[in-house]
């Protein structure tokens, strides 16, 4: 969905689709916090995240 006017984005539930979708693709263009609450997100999607300097938090993983 277009992310006009959102400010962060949760993933909470592990759905395959979340584990699947290209996150930096979708999120790049907009200024939002990603916050992974469930360990959500794949290990690769945290290295892309990470990789293109997107903001992201977490819940329950120790990671800071």
Same mark, same amino acid.
């Given at each position: 969905?277009? *992310?006009?006017?959102?400010?962060? $984005?949760?993933?909470?539930? %592990?759905?395959?689709?979340?584990?699947?979708? #290209?996150?930096?693709?979708?999120?790049?263009?907009?200024?939002?916090? *990603?916050?992974?609450?469930?360990? $959500?997100?794949?290990?690769? %999607?945290?290295?892309?995240?990470?990789?293109? #300097?997107?903001?992201?938090?977490?819940?329950?993983?120790?990671?800071?």
């Amino acid at each position: 969905p277009p *992310l006009e006017g959102v400010d962060a $984005v949760v993933f909470a539930v %592990q759905h395959k689709e979340y584990q699947e979708m #290209d996150v930096v693709g979708w999120v790049k263009t907009n200024n939002l916090v *990603l916050l992974d609450a469930n360990n $959500v997100l794949t290990q690769k %999607q945290v290295f892309d995240i990470a990789k293109h #300097d997107l903001k992201i938090e977490f819940i329950g993983k120790g990671i800071k």
